[in-house]
């Protein structure tokens, strides 16, 4: 005579119940479970709470990786900022001098290269002291000049500037953009002879993004002085 064992078992699933009953016979002695509600199980709530909390984890790291990057990109347009505001501001007396001190040095060095790379690469200009008639755009046609004027004519070439620069010897002329203008000299030999030559200038400066100036203009010519024997 079968037993009939009708037992309601409760598994915590989530918001389901599984409500299991069994029908247990004496002969052969199998036991025959069925399902009464067996719906699509949804997964365990540890499960669902795991899951949760490594979406959560995810985000977390996700805005972590962000906020990394987002203090070097702001860095970074904060530095352009930067560079930007220098280029355009009024040109410093101490700017204008670390430039013709540059100058200066690169010519006493009697060095070409040094000379030229003051000048402005595309569109500085240069009316030299000795030229005649041209106007040299460009580092080519400034680096012909200085290897005629301190390599072919002269042995050694010594400028001398006024010793010192006021405000009222440079004019701003834009964002960035200065002109400096005076009288200056050159000692000049070639083998064993020396001449003075006297000359008035105006330099153009234009800062770059790095800060520094470049020539833009250098315009240079004798005074009525002339060029005299020493």
Known sequence: MPLALATPLRQLTGRK???VSCS?????STALISHHHVASHPRPALFQHHQ??????????????????????????????????????PVTVKEVEEARDSWIAAVKKGSVDDTVA?????????LGTVDLDDVRTGKDKIREYFVG???TSYDTVVPDFPATI???DIQQLG????????????DLSKNGAGKVANAKFTYIYKRGRDGKLKILLHNSGFTPAGAVAK
């Open 24 to 28: 247990i016979q004496s002969a052969p």
């Open 175 to 186: 964002p960035g953009v200065v002109a400096y203008s005076g009288y200056y000299r050159f």
């Open 17 to 19: 119940t599984v409500v």
């Open 166 to 168: 006021s405000e009222g």
């Open 118 to 126: 003051l000048y402005d690469p595309d569109v500085g200009k240069l």
């Open 149 to 151: 004027f301190l390599q």
């Open 52 to 89: 949760q909390l490594s979406n959560s984890n995810k985000r977390v790291f996700s805005l972590q990786k962000s906020s990394v990057r987002a203090p070097s990109v702001a860095v970074q347009g904060l530095r352009s900022a930067l560079r930007g505001l220098m280029s355009t501001g």
